[in-house]
C-alpha cells in the first residue's frame, strides 16, 4: 500500500513538472513604431534634358528612406511588387514604349504598422526594331513615301475582328485629291526611326475623328498641322494577327497620330513592307481596322 502511495506520488510529480516545463513561453516585439520621414527618390537610367525618360534601357534606381522601417514593399505600377530590407532597388521596367506609372511604397515598421509614400515617373523602354524593316522603311537613312494611290485598297476598312478590309476598299485613284498629297519622310536615327510628314496644309480624317482632330463635322479634307518630327514608339504587336499575315511589329506615332489619313488612331501595325511598298492596319475613334497602303516616293 505504501508503495502504491509512493508511486502515485512520484507520478503526481512528475505531471507537475511536466506541466510547469510546459507553460507558454511569451514573446515581445518591442514597441509598436509607425515609420515616418518617408522619403523617395527615383532615378532613370540615362535621364537627361533631352530625353529625361531616360536611355532606353527601362533601368531606374528606386531608393526609399525613413526612421522606424525595418522593411519596405515596394510597388512598381507595372503589375509587379517586391520586399526591399535595404530600401534600394534597381527595377527594369519592360513595356516599350513611354509610359507613366506610380511607385508606391509601403515603409513596415514594428508590429506590422505602416505607412505610405507613392511618386509617379515617366519611363521609356526601347524596342530593337527588326533590320529589314529599318532598311525598307527608311532605305539605311531617309525614305520619302507617299500613297499608292493606283493600287486596289490603298484605303481599307473592315471589321476589328480580322485583317483585311472586308467592309470597303478604294479603287485606284478614287479619294480626295488631300489623300494623296502627303509626303511621308521616315529617317532613321542611331537605333530608332523619326517620321515628318508634310501634308501640304490638309490631311484627309474619317468622320468619327473629327472631335479628335478638333473639327465640328466629319469626314472631309481638314486643315492639320501635321508638321514636326516625330520619334517613333516600336513595339510588338499587340492584335491577334499571326506572322502569316503580319510582321507583328507596329509603331505609335507621338502627336495627333496621322500619317496620309487620320482616323483618331495613333499605333500602326506594319502589315507587310519591302523597298516598294509599305502595308499599315490603324485602329479608328470608330472602333474599326483601317487599312493603308504606302509606296516610295520616285
Not at 491577334?240 to 489619313?261: H, K, L, M, Y
Request: charged share 15%.
Amino acid at each position: 500500500m505504501i508503495t502504491n502511495i509512493k508511486s502515485i506520488t512520484v507520478i503526481f510529480l512528475s505531471l507537475l513538472i511536466s506541466f510547469s516545463s510546459c507553460k507558454k513561453e511569451e514573446f515581445s516585439f518591442g514597441a509598436l513604431k509607425t515609420p515616418t520621414d518617408l522619403a523617395l527618390t527615383t532615378v532613370v537610367a540615362g535621364a537627361s534634358t533631352t530625353s529625361p525618360e531616360g536611355d532606353g534601357s527601362g533601368m531606374v534606381n528606386i531608393t526609399v528612406a525613413s526612421t522606424n522601417a525595418i522593411s519596405y514593399k515596394i510597388d512598381f505600377g507595372d503589375g509587379n511588387f517586391k520586399m526591399v530590407q535595404s530600401g534600394v532597388i534597381n527595377y527594369k521596367y519592360n513595356n516599350p514604349g513611354t509610359a507613366e506609372y506610380t511607385v508606391t511604397v509601403n515603409a513596415i515598421g514594428t508590429g506590422g504598422a505602416t505607412s505610405t509614400i507613392s511618386k509617379k515617373i515617366k519611363v521609356f523602354v526601347s524596342f530593337d526594331i527588326p533590320a529589314e524593316i529599318v532598311a525598307a522603311m527608311t532605305g539605311g537613312t531617309s525614305r520619302v513615301w507617299i500613297t499608292a494611290n493606283d493600287v486596289q485598297d490603298h484605303f481599307g476598312l473592315g471589321p476589328v475582328s480580322v485583317f483585311s478590309p472586308i467592309w470597303y476598299g478604294a479603287a485606284p485613284n478614287t479619294r480626295q485629291a488631300c489623300a494623296y498629297d502627303d509626303e511621308i519622310t521616315f529617317t532613321k536615327n542611331g537605333s530608332g526611326i523619326d517620321m515628318s510628314v508634310d501634308n501640304k496644309g490638309e490631311s484627309f480624317i474619317i468622320g468619327a475623328s473629327a472631335a479628335f482632330y478638333g473639327q465640328a463635322d466629319g469626314e472631309k479634307c481638314a486643315a492639320i498641322n501635321a508638321s514636326g518630327v516625330k520619334k517613333l514608339v516600336f513595339m510588338a504587336a499587340t492584335s491577334a494577327s499571326t506572322p502569316d499575315i503580319s510582321t507583328r511589329i507596329q509603331f505609335e506615332v507621338p502627336g495627333n497620330g496621322i500619317i496620309n489619313f487620320g482616323t483618331g488612331g495613333k499605333v500602326y501595325e506594319i502589315l507587310s513592307i519591302s523597298s516598294t511598298g509599305m502595308y499599315l492596319r490603324n485602329i479608328g475613334a470608330d472602333g474599326n481596322a483601317w487599312y493603308q497602303k504606302l509606296k516610295p516616293k520616285i
